[in-house]
Protein backbone atom coordinates (compact mmCIF):
# COMPACT_ATOMS: atom_id res chain seq x y z
CA UNK A 1 0.00 0.00 0.00
CA UNK A 2 1.06 3.75 -1.28
CA UNK A 3 2.26 5.70 2.01
CA UNK A 4 -0.13 8.12 2.45
CA UNK A 5 0.30 11.71 0.27
CA UNK A 6 1.96 9.84 -2.47
CA UNK A 7 -0.86 11.36 -4.69
CA UNK A 8 -0.23 14.33 -3.54
CA UNK A 9 3.53 14.22 -4.19
CA UNK A 10 3.19 12.62 -7.61
CA UNK A 11 0.71 15.42 -9.04
CA UNK A 12 3.28 18.23 -7.26
CA UNK A 13 6.27 16.39 -9.82
CA UNK A 14 3.80 16.12 -12.91
CA UNK A 15 2.85 19.72 -12.64
CA UNK A 16 6.56 20.85 -11.75
CA UNK A 17 7.67 18.97 -14.91
CA UNK A 18 4.57 20.75 -17.12
CA UNK A 19 6.04 24.34 -15.64
CA UNK A 20 9.16 23.48 -16.96
CA UNK A 21 8.08 21.87 -20.36
CA UNK A 22 10.74 23.48 -23.04
CA UNK A 23 8.58 26.94 -24.31
CA UNK A 24 9.23 27.22 -28.24
CA UNK A 25 10.11 30.67 -28.98
CA UNK A 26 10.73 32.18 -32.19
CA UNK A 27 12.68 35.69 -31.76
CA UNK A 28 12.73 38.07 -35.00
CA UNK A 29 14.93 40.88 -35.60
CA UNK A 30 14.19 44.02 -37.31
CA UNK A 31 16.47 47.48 -37.71
CA UNK A 32 13.93 49.63 -36.07
CA UNK A 33 10.76 49.42 -32.94
CA UNK A 34 7.37 49.88 -33.17
CA UNK A 35 6.17 52.99 -32.21
CA UNK A 36 3.16 51.38 -30.93
CA UNK A 37 0.03 49.10 -31.28
CA UNK A 38 -2.76 51.33 -32.63
CA UNK A 39 -3.63 49.57 -36.09
CA UNK A 40 -3.89 52.46 -38.61
CA UNK A 41 -1.35 55.04 -37.07
CA UNK A 42 2.16 53.24 -38.51
CA UNK A 43 4.59 56.05 -39.28
CA UNK A 44 6.53 56.45 -42.10
CA UNK A 45 8.88 52.74 -41.25
CA UNK A 46 5.46 51.74 -42.28
CA UNK A 47 6.08 48.05 -43.79
CA UNK A 48 8.99 47.63 -39.87
CA UNK A 49 6.14 48.09 -37.79
CA UNK A 50 2.89 46.29 -39.73
CA UNK A 51 5.36 43.20 -39.52
CA UNK A 52 4.89 43.12 -35.50
CA UNK A 53 1.14 44.54 -35.98
CA UNK A 54 -0.51 41.66 -38.30
CA UNK A 55 0.44 38.88 -36.31
CA UNK A 56 -1.56 40.36 -33.65
CA UNK A 57 -4.66 41.88 -35.87
CA UNK A 58 -6.23 40.73 -39.15
CA UNK A 59 -7.37 41.94 -42.03
CA UNK A 60 -11.06 41.53 -43.88
CA UNK A 61 -9.28 39.76 -46.86
CA UNK A 62 -5.59 38.53 -46.87
CA UNK A 63 -3.12 37.88 -49.26
CA UNK A 64 -1.12 34.57 -49.59
CA UNK A 65 2.79 34.99 -49.93
CA UNK A 66 2.70 35.36 -53.67
CA UNK A 67 0.34 38.22 -53.49
CA UNK A 68 -2.94 36.13 -54.18
CA UNK A 69 -6.49 36.92 -52.19
CA UNK A 70 -7.75 34.69 -50.13
CA UNK A 71 -9.83 35.35 -46.92
CA UNK A 72 -9.18 36.57 -43.34
CA UNK A 73 -12.08 37.91 -41.32
CA UNK A 74 -14.40 37.92 -44.38
CA UNK A 75 -15.44 34.56 -45.92
CA UNK A 76 -16.89 36.89 -49.08
CA UNK A 77 -17.14 39.50 -51.00
CA UNK A 78 -18.90 40.73 -53.97
CA UNK A 79 -19.77 44.04 -55.53
CA UNK A 80 -23.93 44.44 -55.08
CA UNK A 81 -24.02 48.01 -57.17
CA UNK A 82 -20.75 50.83 -58.15
CA UNK A 83 -20.59 52.05 -54.80
CA UNK A 84 -21.24 48.86 -52.63
CA UNK A 85 -19.58 45.99 -52.10
CA UNK A 86 -21.28 42.76 -49.72
CA UNK A 87 -18.78 41.59 -47.29
CA UNK A 88 -19.88 37.84 -45.50
CA UNK A 89 -17.61 37.68 -41.86
CA UNK A 90 -16.21 34.78 -40.57
CA UNK A 91 -18.30 33.30 -37.40
CA UNK A 92 -16.69 31.94 -34.67
CA UNK A 93 -13.45 34.39 -34.52
CA UNK A 94 -12.80 35.90 -30.70
CA UNK A 95 -10.54 38.67 -29.69
CA UNK A 96 -7.88 37.92 -27.05
CA UNK A 97 -9.94 38.53 -24.31
CA UNK A 98 -12.27 36.34 -24.92
CA UNK A 99 -15.33 38.70 -26.48
CA UNK A 100 -16.79 37.41 -30.10
CA UNK A 101 -16.24 39.48 -33.12
CA UNK A 102 -19.02 41.02 -35.00
CA UNK A 103 -19.85 43.64 -37.95
CA UNK A 104 -19.86 46.13 -35.68
CA UNK A 105 -15.93 45.91 -35.10
CA UNK A 106 -15.48 46.45 -38.90
CA UNK A 107 -17.93 49.68 -38.94
CA UNK A 108 -16.43 50.96 -35.90
CA UNK A 109 -12.93 50.26 -37.84
CA UNK A 110 -13.16 51.49 -41.24
CA UNK A 111 -15.40 54.49 -40.14
CA UNK A 112 -12.70 55.23 -37.98
CA UNK A 113 -9.90 55.14 -40.86
CA UNK A 114 -11.57 56.02 -43.24
CA UNK A 115 -12.97 59.87 -41.91
CA UNK A 116 -9.57 60.82 -39.26
CA UNK A 117 -8.08 62.64 -41.39
CA UNK A 118 -4.91 62.85 -38.79
CA UNK A 119 -4.35 59.17 -39.70
CA UNK A 120 -1.26 58.74 -42.22
CA UNK A 121 -3.05 56.48 -44.00
CA UNK A 122 -6.49 58.39 -44.39
CA UNK A 123 -5.87 58.85 -47.64
CA UNK A 124 -5.72 55.64 -48.77
CA UNK A 125 -9.03 54.69 -47.31
CA UNK A 126 -11.24 57.69 -47.14
CA UNK A 127 -12.75 56.25 -50.34
CA UNK A 128 -15.18 54.54 -47.78
CA UNK A 129 -18.01 56.34 -47.15
CA UNK A 130 -20.08 54.35 -44.62
CA UNK A 131 -19.88 50.89 -43.35
CA UNK A 132 -23.60 49.20 -43.13
CA UNK A 133 -24.26 46.28 -40.27
CA UNK A 134 -26.77 43.85 -41.91
CA UNK A 135 -26.42 41.33 -39.04
CA UNK A 136 -23.52 40.20 -36.95
CA UNK A 137 -21.44 38.33 -39.81
CA UNK A 138 -22.41 40.74 -42.87
CA UNK A 139 -22.04 44.25 -43.94
CA UNK A 140 -22.36 46.32 -46.84
CA UNK A 141 -19.22 48.28 -47.60
CA UNK A 142 -20.48 52.16 -49.61
CA UNK A 143 -18.14 54.21 -51.40
CA UNK A 144 -17.74 57.63 -52.43
CA UNK A 145 -17.94 56.62 -55.89
CA UNK A 146 -16.86 53.46 -57.52
CA UNK A 147 -13.90 51.80 -56.26
CA UNK A 148 -12.56 49.62 -58.20
CA UNK A 149 -9.68 48.70 -55.93
CA UNK A 150 -11.21 48.30 -52.37
CA UNK A 151 -9.99 44.70 -52.59
CA UNK A 152 -6.89 45.86 -52.32
CA UNK A 153 -7.37 48.44 -49.70
CA UNK A 154 -8.42 45.69 -47.43
CA UNK A 155 -6.00 43.39 -47.57
CA UNK A 156 -2.90 45.85 -47.07
CA UNK A 157 -0.85 47.68 -44.26
CA UNK A 158 -3.01 49.69 -41.62
CA UNK A 159 -6.27 47.62 -42.45
CA UNK A 160 -6.26 45.64 -38.96
CA UNK A 161 -9.53 45.27 -37.38
CA UNK A 162 -9.77 47.07 -34.20
CA UNK A 163 -11.95 45.91 -31.43
CA UNK A 164 -15.01 48.38 -30.84
CA UNK A 165 -15.47 47.43 -27.05
CA UNK A 166 -11.84 47.12 -25.91
CA UNK A 167 -11.45 51.01 -27.77
CA UNK A 168 -14.79 52.50 -25.99
CA UNK A 169 -13.55 51.14 -22.48
CA UNK A 170 -9.21 52.59 -23.02
CA UNK A 171 -9.70 54.71 -26.17
CA UNK A 172 -7.02 54.38 -28.91
CA UNK A 173 -4.19 55.55 -26.83
CA UNK A 174 -4.92 52.38 -24.81
CA UNK A 175 -5.17 50.50 -27.55
CA UNK A 176 -1.69 51.65 -28.37
CA UNK A 177 -0.16 50.77 -25.68
CA UNK A 178 -2.43 47.47 -24.77
CA UNK A 179 -3.55 45.79 -27.82
CA UNK A 180 -6.07 43.24 -28.34
CA UNK A 181 -6.57 41.59 -31.76
CA UNK A 182 -7.97 37.93 -33.18
CA UNK A 183 -4.47 37.75 -34.60
CA UNK A 184 -2.45 34.68 -34.04
CA UNK A 185 -0.69 36.11 -30.82
CA UNK A 186 -1.44 37.94 -28.46
CA UNK A 187 0.52 40.94 -26.88
CA UNK A 188 2.41 40.34 -23.43
CA UNK A 189 5.51 43.17 -23.15
CA UNK A 190 6.59 45.78 -24.73
CA UNK A 191 10.43 47.36 -23.77
CA UNK A 192 10.99 49.86 -25.87
CA UNK A 193 13.59 50.07 -28.78
CA UNK A 194 14.48 46.88 -27.35
CA UNK A 195 11.55 43.77 -28.12
CA UNK A 196 7.72 42.77 -28.20
CA UNK A 197 6.72 39.90 -26.87
CA UNK A 198 3.64 38.09 -27.73
CA UNK A 199 2.40 34.58 -26.94
CA UNK A 200 0.40 32.15 -28.83
CA UNK A 201 -3.06 32.99 -29.16
CA UNK A 202 -5.14 29.21 -28.30
CA UNK A 203 -7.79 30.37 -30.06
CA UNK A 204 -7.43 31.81 -33.01
CA UNK A 205 -9.95 31.02 -35.71
CA UNK A 206 -6.31 29.38 -38.14
CA UNK A 207 -5.68 27.29 -35.48
CA UNK A 208 -2.82 27.47 -32.42
CA UNK A 209 0.67 28.75 -34.26
CA UNK A 210 3.53 26.10 -33.93
CA UNK A 211 5.19 28.31 -31.62
CA UNK A 212 4.46 29.43 -28.07
CA UNK A 213 6.48 32.83 -28.32
CA UNK A 214 6.84 35.37 -30.39
CA UNK A 215 9.52 37.93 -30.02
CA UNK A 216 10.46 40.92 -31.74
CA UNK A 217 13.93 42.40 -31.35
CA UNK A 218 15.28 46.05 -32.33
CA UNK A 219 18.63 45.23 -33.69
CA UNK A 220 19.59 48.57 -35.58
CA UNK A 221 23.22 47.24 -36.61
CA UNK A 222 22.76 45.05 -39.65
CA UNK A 223 26.12 43.20 -38.28
CA UNK A 224 24.67 42.72 -34.87
CA UNK A 225 21.98 41.40 -36.41
CA UNK A 226 23.51 39.08 -38.40
CA UNK A 227 25.76 37.83 -35.56
CA UNK A 228 22.59 37.29 -33.21
CA UNK A 229 21.53 34.74 -36.35
CA UNK A 230 24.55 33.14 -36.29
CA UNK A 231 24.77 32.62 -32.97
CA UNK A 232 21.22 31.53 -32.11
CA UNK A 233 20.02 34.68 -30.16
CA UNK A 234 17.71 35.12 -33.33
CA UNK A 235 16.04 33.14 -35.46
CA UNK A 236 14.90 35.42 -38.20
CA UNK A 237 16.94 38.32 -39.10
CA UNK A 238 15.10 41.08 -41.50
CA UNK A 239 17.32 43.31 -44.20
CA UNK A 240 20.33 41.21 -44.14
CA UNK A 241 23.36 43.24 -46.43
CA UNK A 242 24.28 40.96 -49.25
CA UNK A 243 28.23 41.03 -48.36
CA UNK A 244 26.94 38.71 -44.92
CA UNK A 245 25.69 36.22 -47.36
CA UNK A 246 28.24 33.59 -47.47
CA UNK A 247 29.16 34.30 -43.41
CA UNK A 248 25.27 33.32 -42.67
CA UNK A 249 25.97 30.27 -45.25
CA UNK A 250 28.37 29.11 -44.50
CA UNK A 251 27.97 29.04 -40.60
CA UNK A 252 25.92 25.72 -40.75
CA UNK A 253 23.52 27.27 -38.68
CA UNK A 254 21.60 29.43 -40.57
CA UNK A 255 20.91 30.32 -44.07
CA UNK A 256 19.72 33.21 -46.34
CA UNK A 257 16.20 33.56 -48.47
CA UNK A 258 14.95 35.89 -50.91
CA UNK A 259 12.41 37.90 -50.23
CA UNK A 260 10.80 39.33 -53.16
CA UNK A 261 9.52 43.71 -53.04
CA UNK A 262 7.91 45.80 -54.28
CA UNK A 263 10.26 48.25 -52.64
CA UNK A 264 11.70 51.08 -54.99
CA UNK A 265 14.85 52.36 -54.37
CA UNK A 266 14.30 56.09 -55.51
CA UNK A 267 15.55 59.84 -55.34
CA UNK A 268 12.64 62.66 -53.74
CA UNK A 269 13.32 66.12 -54.83
CA UNK A 270 12.38 69.66 -53.16
CA UNK A 271 11.32 71.35 -55.94
CA UNK A 272 10.22 74.42 -54.44
CA UNK A 273 11.11 78.21 -56.54
CA UNK A 274 14.17 79.16 -55.09
CA UNK A 275 16.22 75.86 -54.83
CA UNK A 276 18.82 74.52 -57.02
CA UNK A 277 16.57 71.42 -57.62
CA UNK A 278 13.24 73.47 -58.73
CA UNK A 279 14.93 73.53 -62.19
CA UNK A 280 13.98 70.91 -64.25
CA UNK A 281 17.53 70.43 -66.22
CA UNK A 282 18.84 70.08 -62.98
CA UNK A 283 17.03 67.27 -61.93
CA UNK A 284 17.46 65.98 -65.66
CA UNK A 285 21.36 66.13 -65.35
CA UNK A 286 21.52 64.23 -61.75
CA UNK A 287 18.53 61.97 -63.48
CA UNK A 288 21.07 61.04 -66.12
CA UNK A 289 24.29 60.90 -64.00
CA UNK A 290 23.14 58.08 -61.84
CA UNK A 291 24.19 54.33 -63.39
CA UNK A 292 21.15 52.17 -61.73
CA UNK A 293 23.12 49.01 -63.10
CA UNK A 294 26.11 49.80 -61.36
CA UNK A 295 24.11 50.33 -58.43
CA UNK A 296 22.62 46.85 -58.92
CA UNK A 297 25.49 45.30 -59.31
CA UNK A 298 28.13 46.95 -57.57
CA UNK A 299 26.18 47.88 -54.10
CA UNK A 300 23.28 45.65 -54.35
CA UNK A 301 25.08 42.35 -55.38
CA UNK A 302 22.67 41.69 -58.21
CA UNK A 303 19.56 41.84 -55.77
CA UNK A 304 17.56 44.06 -57.69
CA UNK A 305 16.02 44.98 -61.32
CA UNK A 306 16.34 48.85 -62.41
CA UNK A 307 13.49 50.96 -63.00
CA UNK A 308 12.62 54.36 -64.56
CA UNK A 309 9.27 54.48 -62.95
CA UNK A 310 7.92 53.21 -59.52
CA UNK A 311 6.75 50.10 -60.57
CA UNK A 312 7.90 46.51 -60.97
CA UNK A 313 6.03 43.06 -62.30
CA UNK A 314 2.92 42.63 -60.48
CA UNK A 315 1.65 45.95 -60.38
CA UNK A 316 -1.70 46.76 -61.64
CA UNK A 317 -2.85 49.39 -64.43
CA UNK A 318 1.47 50.49 -64.55
CA UNK A 319 3.38 50.68 -67.73
CA UNK A 320 5.73 47.75 -66.91
CA UNK A 321 7.26 47.36 -70.03
CA UNK A 322 8.10 51.13 -70.69
CA UNK A 323 9.63 51.65 -67.78
CA UNK A 324 11.02 48.45 -65.86
CA UNK A 325 14.86 47.48 -66.99
CA UNK A 326 15.11 50.45 -68.46
CA UNK A 327 18.29 52.26 -67.04
CA UNK A 328 18.12 56.27 -68.19
CA UNK A 329 22.23 56.59 -67.53
CA UNK A 330 23.57 59.42 -70.43
CA UNK A 331 26.59 61.00 -68.58
CA UNK A 332 27.50 63.42 -71.63
CA UNK A 333 23.66 64.57 -71.28
CA UNK A 334 24.05 64.84 -67.64
CA UNK A 335 26.82 67.15 -68.60
CA UNK A 336 24.70 69.41 -71.16
CA UNK A 337 21.86 69.36 -69.04
CA UNK A 338 24.17 71.11 -66.19
CA UNK A 339 25.08 73.66 -68.97
CA UNK A 340 22.23 74.69 -70.50
CA UNK A 341 21.01 75.23 -66.70
CA UNK A 342 23.94 77.79 -66.33
CA UNK A 343 25.87 75.77 -64.32
CA UNK A 344 30.04 75.13 -64.99
CA UNK A 345 31.72 72.24 -63.61
CA UNK A 346 31.92 72.33 -59.90
CA UNK A 347 29.41 75.30 -59.65
CA UNK A 348 26.24 73.25 -58.26
CA UNK A 349 26.25 72.04 -54.86
CA UNK A 350 23.60 69.07 -54.14
CA UNK A 351 22.95 67.83 -50.28
CA UNK A 352 21.75 64.23 -50.57
CA UNK A 353 20.05 62.52 -47.15
CA UNK A 354 20.27 59.56 -46.43
CA UNK A 355 19.43 56.88 -43.46
CA UNK A 356 20.89 53.94 -41.73
CA UNK A 357 18.56 51.29 -40.05
CA UNK A 358 15.99 50.42 -42.25
CA UNK A 359 16.28 49.58 -46.05
CA UNK A 360 19.69 47.74 -46.42
CA UNK A 361 22.28 49.06 -47.81
CA UNK A 362 21.00 52.85 -48.53
CA UNK A 363 24.01 54.21 -46.78
CA UNK A 364 25.93 52.80 -49.50
CA UNK A 365 23.30 53.73 -51.97
CA UNK A 366 23.58 57.40 -51.27
CA UNK A 367 27.44 57.72 -51.20
CA UNK A 368 28.10 55.96 -54.44
CA UNK A 369 24.92 58.03 -56.11
CA UNK A 370 26.89 61.40 -54.61
CA UNK A 371 30.12 60.38 -56.28
CA UNK A 372 28.79 59.83 -59.71
CA UNK A 373 26.71 63.16 -59.31
CA UNK A 374 31.01 63.87 -58.89
CA UNK A 375 31.80 62.73 -62.34
CA UNK A 376 29.33 64.95 -63.57
CA UNK A 377 30.79 68.18 -62.39
CA UNK A 378 28.14 68.28 -59.43
CA UNK A 379 29.62 69.06 -56.01
CA UNK A 380 27.98 67.26 -53.18
CA UNK A 381 27.44 66.90 -49.43
CA UNK A 382 25.83 63.46 -47.73
CA UNK A 383 24.29 63.41 -44.29
CA UNK A 384 23.18 59.36 -43.73
CA UNK A 385 20.98 59.70 -40.38
CA UNK A 386 19.76 56.84 -38.14
CA UNK A 387 16.35 56.25 -39.24
CA UNK A 388 14.35 57.69 -36.49
CA UNK A 389 16.39 60.72 -36.63
CA UNK A 390 15.86 60.80 -40.15
CA UNK A 391 12.02 60.76 -39.73
CA UNK A 392 12.16 62.96 -37.20
CA UNK A 393 14.91 65.89 -39.01
CA UNK A 394 14.36 65.68 -42.49
CA UNK A 395 10.99 63.49 -43.94
CA UNK A 396 8.91 66.06 -43.19
CA UNK A 397 7.62 68.93 -44.99
CA UNK A 398 10.46 71.52 -46.33
CA UNK A 399 12.93 69.54 -44.15
CA UNK A 400 15.44 69.21 -46.88
CA UNK A 401 17.18 71.08 -49.23
CA UNK A 402 17.78 69.36 -52.46
CA UNK A 403 16.84 65.53 -52.09
CA UNK A 404 16.50 62.60 -50.13
CA UNK A 405 17.43 59.25 -51.20
CA UNK A 406 14.89 56.75 -49.96
CA UNK A 407 12.53 53.77 -50.67
CA UNK A 408 9.00 53.02 -50.95
CA UNK A 409 6.63 49.46 -51.47
CA UNK A 410 3.31 49.29 -53.03
CA UNK A 411 1.41 46.99 -50.59
CA UNK A 412 -1.73 48.13 -52.73
CA UNK A 413 -0.16 46.52 -55.36
CA UNK A 414 -1.97 49.25 -57.80
CA UNK A 415 -0.41 51.97 -60.13
CA UNK A 416 -2.44 54.31 -57.71
CA UNK A 417 -1.01 53.79 -55.33
CA UNK A 418 2.60 54.71 -56.36
CA UNK A 419 1.69 58.21 -57.71
CA UNK A 420 -0.99 59.05 -55.07
CA UNK A 421 0.95 61.35 -52.68
CA UNK A 422 2.20 63.29 -55.62
CA UNK A 423 -1.20 64.96 -55.53
CA UNK A 424 -1.41 68.47 -55.47
CA UNK A 425 -3.03 68.30 -52.00
CA UNK A 426 -1.26 65.19 -51.34
CA UNK A 427 1.24 63.64 -48.75
CA UNK A 428 3.94 64.81 -50.67
CA UNK A 429 2.52 68.01 -51.46
CA UNK A 430 4.61 70.08 -48.39
CA UNK A 431 7.27 67.94 -48.61
CA UNK A 432 8.55 68.34 -52.03
CA UNK A 433 6.00 71.74 -53.61
CA UNK A 434 5.83 69.79 -56.95
CA UNK A 435 1.86 69.84 -58.19
CA UNK A 436 0.71 69.39 -61.92
CA UNK A 437 -3.20 69.83 -62.93
CA UNK A 438 -3.10 67.48 -65.48
CA UNK A 439 -1.49 64.34 -63.27
CA UNK A 440 -4.41 65.60 -60.16
CA UNK A 441 -7.25 64.67 -63.42
CA UNK A 442 -6.02 61.76 -64.23
CA UNK A 443 -5.60 60.56 -60.97
CA UNK A 444 -9.20 61.15 -59.71
CA UNK A 445 -10.83 59.97 -63.06
CA UNK A 446 -8.91 56.78 -62.53
CA UNK A 447 -10.00 56.55 -58.83
CA UNK A 448 -13.72 55.58 -59.57
CA UNK A 449 -12.53 53.93 -63.56
CA UNK A 450 -13.69 50.29 -63.10
CA UNK A 451 -12.95 49.61 -66.98
CA UNK A 452 -9.51 48.02 -66.79
CA UNK A 453 -8.56 49.42 -70.16
CA UNK A 454 -9.57 53.00 -69.78
CA UNK A 455 -7.95 53.32 -65.97
CA UNK A 456 -4.65 51.74 -67.00
CA UNK A 457 -4.49 54.32 -69.63
CA UNK A 458 -5.13 57.39 -66.98
CA UNK A 459 -2.72 56.13 -65.01
CA UNK A 460 -0.05 55.12 -67.46
CA UNK A 461 -0.50 58.92 -68.56
CA UNK A 462 -0.03 60.13 -65.23
CA UNK A 463 3.19 57.73 -64.89
CA UNK A 464 4.55 59.27 -68.02
CA UNK A 465 3.94 63.17 -66.43
CA UNK A 466 5.77 62.29 -63.77
CA UNK A 467 8.80 60.45 -65.57
CA UNK A 468 8.64 63.73 -67.45
CA UNK A 469 8.85 66.20 -64.66
CA UNK A 470 10.91 64.24 -62.04
CA UNK A 471 9.28 65.51 -58.78
CA UNK A 472 11.22 62.03 -57.72
CA UNK A 473 13.49 59.54 -59.66
CA UNK A 474 13.70 55.72 -59.44
CA UNK A 475 16.57 54.04 -59.07
CA UNK A 476 16.12 50.03 -58.93
CA UNK A 477 13.61 47.33 -57.70
CA UNK A 478 15.27 45.79 -54.39
CA UNK A 479 15.03 42.30 -53.69
CA UNK A 480 15.87 41.78 -50.11
CA UNK A 481 17.55 38.98 -47.96
CA UNK A 482 16.12 37.68 -44.66
CA UNK A 483 18.46 35.38 -42.65
CA UNK A 484 16.58 32.19 -41.02
CA UNK A 485 17.74 29.67 -38.65
CA UNK A 486 18.29 26.24 -39.35
CA UNK A 487 15.54 25.44 -36.45
CA UNK A 488 12.90 26.87 -38.46
CA UNK A 489 10.87 26.44 -41.56
CA UNK A 490 9.34 29.54 -43.16
CA UNK A 491 10.29 31.88 -46.00
CA UNK A 492 9.48 35.59 -46.41
CA UNK A 493 6.22 37.24 -48.23
CA UNK A 494 6.16 39.35 -51.26
CA UNK A 495 4.81 42.51 -49.59
CA UNK A 496 7.50 41.98 -47.04
CA UNK A 497 5.71 41.66 -43.54
CA UNK A 498 7.18 38.91 -40.72
CA UNK A 499 4.17 37.14 -40.57
CA UNK A 500 5.33 34.46 -38.48
CA UNK A 501 2.15 32.28 -38.10
CA UNK A 502 3.15 30.22 -40.65
CA UNK A 503 6.97 29.17 -39.12
CA UNK A 504 7.00 26.07 -37.88
CA UNK A 505 10.41 24.32 -35.80
CA UNK A 506 12.65 22.13 -38.28
CA UNK A 507 13.03 20.02 -35.34
Known amino acids: MRPRGYLGALLAVLALGAANAQVRELVVAQGIDVKGFDVHSSGSSVTAEESVLVNIYDYLVWRTADGEFEPGLAVSWEPIAPDAWRFVLREGVVWHDGQPFTAEDVKFTLERISRDESLVEYENYRQIREVEVVNDHEVIIHTHGPDPILV ?35 FVEWRRDDRVVLEAFDDHWRGRPAFDRLVFRTIPEDSTRVGELITGGVHVAANVPVQDRDRIEASGAARVELQPSTFINMIVFNVREGTETANPLVREAIDKA ?12 GLGAVTAARLNPGISAAPVDQYFGVNPYDPERARQALAEAGYGPGELKIKLYGSSGRHPLLPEVTEIV ?45 NIFAMRALLCDGSYADRVGWCNERFDELMYAAETEVDPDKRAEMLHEATHIVAQERPWITLFQQQNLVGVSNEVEWRPRQDELLWMFEAKPRN
Open 152 to 186: NRLSRLNSGIAPKHHVEAVGWEGLATNPIGTGPYR
Open 290 to 301: IDRDLLVQGVMG
Open 370 to 414: AAMLEQVGISTEVEVLEFSAYTSRVWNAAAFEHLVVTGLGNSMRD
